[in-house]
């Protein structure tokens, strides 16, 4: 949108032809709000008049001709009144511009609101997967008045800037747009155009005028204007070389005069009240057909866009709870496939003891038979020595030995037979507890052997896991007839048609105090701020906002007070001054 576009035209082409060239080319359908501004040979920013040939109107002579598509009037309500995109665009960077350059003054915590909202415009919803740290770094965020007056790092601004663009999540760009005008409306600068002038007494003043009417502000305030009159109020408009009368609807009013330093300024002064008036009325009127229709479209269109945007929203959120529900069985995946290792483990565990067993089960059975064989030999040894002392005994009643040899040999076989029983006995009770060990093991080992079963059916039996994803001209020169006009009266009738009701623009509430988030936005903004500000760079406009903050004023509670009385006490009060 910010560029440069190029336009050849006739030495006879009219001010209005070469705008709605302008208009034509970027699609710009409501140019009541616009206006092509140039700076005259005096060095003095002028607006392009529609009904005269662009030559005449004291142009620079030079080639080529520069001038700027500019918001020349400002609606009451951006969100109720701004139809197109378009026009919506050019109005956010134009305002943008001007608060970034401290034409409209901005306080801390607000300008960092609107900077989250214009990161917001250009980069779309927050995403941490494209807009890394330093993704702000090359942009132009916030008036240098800011940046000056808080101790705080470029990238320490960045910060708190991205976590309010996350704030903003799936909003549009074009609502991001939107969204700051509102915010932009409520600032006490937006949308007045001043002008030095004088009254009777010579008290240096500022002139203010806007969609609402013509204001009277102090030499050294432009946030708070002291005296107002709204245009429905207001019955003609005129003016002489250096003197600017207005003419009120109270008939026992006097007119309200004053003076400007150049009969120029007057002629913006009369063009900004017979255009900011004609948009007052326009507006208390019903929409004409070609408005209607804008509305009608643009209502289609962002209705479309909504519907899309929620079928994106909708994907978006089934994508994510597809991405969740795998996220979720792959956890379940990992989960069991830990299971299953600890199975695993547990089986090689219950195997490795099984075998131990096993093999000492072995152990045990190849002593229980060494032990058994021991007895079976020693039963032999003492069945041999019992044959042996029959045979003995026999022999000595055969042979009649004699007694000592005999009861010698005889005793000398007893003690043997009693030490071979007794070594028996205590074979058959080593044998009778190696028999008892075994029949143990063979039971650890039938109860190990069920264990191992139920292992292995436990594991072969667990589930599963399974996964799813789813513009300049050149130009002829024409003679200069701007002393004649000076000279001349200019008079311009504003007919309110019975427009007299002006509270509803009185009665009108800041987005801040409509948006009860909004406000704990600023609220929280502003006391991060003020531990980092730097209270000595403050500006005369700080000060003054702060006292307005402080007396609980804003736009539309001033509004209220200086519009209070009769006209006719308010220019008295003018002429006080």
């Known amino acids: 949108m910010d560029a440069e576009l190029e336009f050849s035209f006739q030495a006879s082409t009219k001010g209005r032809q070469l705008f709605e060239q302008v208009a034509k080319t970027i699609g710009l359908r409501e140019i009541w709000y616009f206006g092509l501004q140039f700076v005259d040979s005096r060095g003095l920013i002028t607006w392009l008049q529609a009904d005269k040939s662009v030559l005449s109107q004291d142009v620079?002579?030079?080639?080529?001709?520069?001038?700027?598509?500019?918001?020349?009037?400002?609606?009451?309500?951006?969100?109720?009144?701004?139809?197109?995109?378009?026009?919506?665009?050019?109005?956010?960077?134009?305002?943008?511009?001007?608060?970034?350059?401290?034409?409209?003054?901005?306080?801390?915590?607000?300008?960092?609101?609107?900077?989250?909202?214009?990161?917001?415009?250009?980069?779309?919803?927050?995403?941490?997967?494209?807009?890394?740290?330093?993704?702000?770094?090359?942009?132009?965020?916030?008036?240098?008045?800011?940046?000056?007056?808080?101790?705080?790092?470029?990238?320490?601004?960045?910060?708190?800037i991205q976590v309010w663009h996350e704030e903003h999540k799936s909003m549009l760009k074009e609502e991001a747009t939107i969204e700051y005008l509102k915010i932009a409306q409520d600032l006490e600068m937006f949308g007045v155009n001043y002008f030095e002038i004088k009254n009777k007494k010579g008290t240096d003043l500022w002139l203010g005028v806007d969609a609402l009417g013509i204001n009277v502000y102090p030499k050294e305030d432009r946030l708070t204007p002291k005296i107002g009159f709204p245009w429905s109020e207001i019955k003609n408009v005129s003016f002489k070389e250096k003197k600017f009368l207005i003419k009120p609807l109270e008939k026992k009013s006097p007119d309200f005069m004053f003076y400007v330093p150049h009969p120029r300024v007057n002629k913006g002064v009369m063009q900004l009240s017979m255009g900011n008036h004609a948009l007052y009325v326009r507006r208390r009127k019903a929409d004409n057909i070609e408005v209607q229709q804008m509305?009608?479209?643009?209502?289609?269109?962002?209705?479309?866009?909504?519907?899309?945007?929620?079928?994106?929203?909708?994907?978006?959120?089934?994508?994510?709870?597809?991405?969740?529900?795998?996220?979720?069985?792959?956890?379940?995946?990992?989960?069991?496939?830990?299971?299953?290792?600890?199975?695993?483990?547990?089986?090689?565990?219950?195997?490795?003891?099984?075998?131990?067993q096993l093999d000492r089960a072995m152990r045990l059975e190849e002593e229980r038979r060494r032990v058994e064989q021991e007895a079976a030999r020693l039963e032999a040894e003492r069945m041999e020595a019992i044959i042996a002392k029959e045979e003995l005994a026999r022999q000595a009643e055969e042979q009649m030995k004699s007694q000592e040899q005999l009861s010698a040999e005889l005793a000398e076989y007893t003690t043997k037979i009693t030490e071979l029983e007794e070594a028996r006995r205590a074979k058959e009770m080593e044998a009778e507890t190696w028999h008892m060990k075994a029949e143990e093991v063979e039971q650890s080992l039938l109860k190990t052997k069920e264990e191992l079963q139920s292992v292995r059916s436990t594991s072969n039996s667990a589930p599963a896991a399974t996964s799813s994803s789813s513009s300049s001209s050149s130009s002829d020169n024409e003679s200069d007839h701007e002393h004649s006009e000076e000279n001349s009266t200019h008079s311009a009738e504003l007919q309110t048609q019975g427009i007299t009701d002006h509270h509803m623009e009185e009665e009108r509430l800041t987005e801040t105090e409509k948006n009860k988030r909004m406000k704990q936005q600023l609220m929280d903004l502003r006391s991060d701020l003020e531990l980092a500000k730097n209270d000595g760079m403050k500006t005369h406009n700080d000060l003054l906002h702060a006292e307005n903050v402080r007396a609980g004023r804003d736009k539309y509670k001033t509004l209220r007070q200086i519009r209070l009385g009769n006209t006719k006490q308010r220019v008295d009060e003018f002429e006080a001054f």
């Open 60 to 160: 620079k002579k030079e080639t080529p001709l520069q001038f700027k598509l500019r918001v020349q009037f400002y609606p009451e309500d951006v969100n109720e009144e701004l139809i197109q995109d378009i026009t919506r665009k050019l109005f956010f960077l134009q305002v943008k511009e001007d608060i970034l350059t401290d034409e409209i003054y901005c306080p801390p915590e607000t300008a960092v609101l609107l900077a989250s909202y214009a990161v917001q415009a250009k980069f779309g919803e927050f995403n941490k997967s494209v807009h890394q740290r330093g993704y702000l770094s090359s942009e132009r965020l916030l008036p240098k008045r800011v940046l000056d007056q808080h101790k705080l790092s470029k990238e320490q601004w960045e910060e708190r």
């Open 295 to 356: 509305k009608a479209q643009a209502k289609q269109e962002r209705l479309q866009k909504k519907m899309e945007r929620d079928q994106l929203e909708s994907e978006k959120s089934k994508r994510e709870r597809i991405e969740r529900e795998k996220e979720q069985m792959e956890r379940e995946k990992q989960e069991l496939m830990m299971k299953l290792y600890e199975f695993e483990e547990t089986t090689k565990r219950a195997e490795r003891e099984l075998q131990e």
